[in-house]
């Protein structure tokens, strides 16, 4: 089982496991934070911080371990923030939430279809522009048009599997998209916008555990025992989600929208230059820059 951690966590094996175990638990703990002030998810924050601290994006079995701990860190966040709001007294808007969450799924699903792949410099470089419009959205939410198709099921669906598409399409966290999504089709402040990101969560992130773990499985020879790890990895990371999560909506809970938007931006931003100068070096035949480039 050690050599399987090492072959799925390409470091330097003088590197210790209890280290690494530490070094995920930590990763995960941060991201859950921020998360949970914000409503983004770990597409956006562990994924890229085990590719770079971890070197989890190396090879593609790795790859598939980041994604299957940043998915188990974002379900056990939104599910520990969706129930302090639940009993705080917030109310949930069930027709909303149902089906966004339909859409959502057809969307994450329509994806595996598709018969073409675009390439991996490609998409970073895209992300990066995906993330600016993102954050230009959040930034000026006032100064458009007030929609709301909460009543309206086919426009919520579709609203739904748009987001499914391309969050899944371009492999990032949901979050980055469901947010600005809820604040220009359905009429939410901010809190509320971010509430709603972890609600449809829980329908989203057990997906996309199965879809992973499948893929993982599919390895050859290694495949089973690889899956082992990959799901006891995932539940070292839920601990570490639930103290984040409890940390970081403690601090939403008491924050004004304004406070949550910036901090939203602040993250979108910074995701969103990297991404461009990532995709940027790849094309020109380079590899990406790391997360930590700006520090």
Same mark, same amino acid.
């Given at each position: 089982?050690?050599?399987?951690?090492?072959?799925? %966590?390409?470091?330097? #094996?003088? &590197?210790?496991?209890?280290?690494?175990?530490?070094?995920?638990?930590?990763i995960?703990?941060?991201?859950?934070? %921020?998360g949970?002030?914000?409503?983004?998810?770990?597409?956006?924050?562990?994924?890229?911080? +085990?590719?770079?601290?971890?070197g989890?994006?190396?090879?593609?079995?790795?790859? *598939?371990?980041s994604?299957?701990?940043?998915?188990?860190?974002?379900?056990?966040?939104?599910?520990?923030?969706?129930?302090?709001?639940?009993?705080s007294?917030?109310? *949930?808007?069930?027709?909303?939430?149902?089906?966004?969450?339909?859409?959502?799924?057809?969307?994450?699903?329509?994806?595996?279809?598709?018969?073409?792949?675009?390439?991996?410099?490609?998409?970073?470089?895209? $992300?990066?522009?995906?993330?600016?419009?993102?954050?230009f959205?959040?930034?000026?939410?006032?100064?458009?048009?007030?929609?709301?198709?909460?009543?309206?099921?086919?426009?919520?669906?579709?609203?739904?599997? &748009?987001?499914?598409?391309?969050?899944s399409?371009?492999?990032?966290?949901?979050?980055?998209?469901?947010?600005?999504?809820?604040?220009?089709?359905?009429?939410?402040?901010?809190?509320?916008?971010?509430?709603?990101?972890?609600?449809?969560? /829980?329908?989203?992130?057990?997906?996309? +555990? +199965? $879809?992973?773990?499948?893929?993982?499985? !599919?390895?050859?020879?290694?495949? #089973?025992?690889?899956?082992?790890?990959?799901? /006891?990895?995932g539940?070292?990371s839920?601990?570490?989600?639930?103290?984040?999560?409890?940390?970081g909506?403690?601090?939403? !809970?008491?924050?004004?929208?304004?406070?949550?938007?910036?901090?939203?931006?602040?993250? %979108?931003? *910074?995701?969103?230059?990297?991404? &461009?100068v990532?995709?940027?070096?790849?094309?020109?035949? !380079?590899? #990406?820059?790391s997360?930590? /480039?700006?520090?």
């Amino acid at each position: 089982m050690e050599d399987i951690l090492y072959t799925l %966590i390409p470091v330097d #094996p003088s &590197i210790s496991i209890p280290f690494l175990l530490i070094i995920i638990f930590l990763i995960s703990f941060f991201g859950s934070f %921020i998360g949970g002030i914000t409503g983004l998810g770990g597409g956006m924050l562990i994924k890229p911080m +085990l590719g770079n601290i971890l070197g989890m994006a190396s090879t593609k079995i790795s790859l *598939y371990l980041s994604k299957f701990i940043s998915t188990s860190v974002v379900f056990s966040m939104s599910a520990k923030s969706a129930n302090m709001y639940r009993k705080s007294g917030f109310e *949930y808007n069930l027709k909303l939430f149902l089906n966004i969450s339909i859409g959502l799924v057809i969307g994450i699903l329509s994806v595996d279809l598709l018969p073409i792949k675009i390439p991996g410099d490609v998409e970073v470089l895209l $992300q990066g522009i995906l993330y600016t419009l993102v954050f230009f959205s959040v930034l000026l939410r006032n100064k458009y048009p007030k929609l709301n198709y909460s009543d309206n099921r086919f426009k919520t669906i579709l609203i739904g599997l &748009i987001i499914g598409f391309l969050s899944s399409f371009f492999g990032i966290g949901g979050g980055a998209i469901k947010v600005p999504f809820f604040l220009i089709f359905f009429a939410l402040p901010m809190k509320q916008a971010a509430i709603y990101s972890f609600l449809v969560s /829980l329908v989203t992130e057990p997906l996309k +555990l +199965l $879809q992973y773990g499948v893929h993982i499985l !599919k390895f050859p020879e290694i495949g #089973p025992d690889a899956l082992k790890v990959s799901i /006891l990895l995932g539940l070292l990371s839920v601990p570490a989600a639930i103290l984040g999560a409890a940390l970081g909506v403690s601090i939403q !809970k008491k924050s004004s929208d304004r406070f949550i938007a910036n901090s939203f931006n602040a993250v %979108i931003i *910074y995701f969103a230059i990297i991404s &461009i100068v990532s995709g940027i070096s790849m094309l020109n035949g !380079k590899g #990406p820059v790391s997360i930590f /480039l700006i520090f």
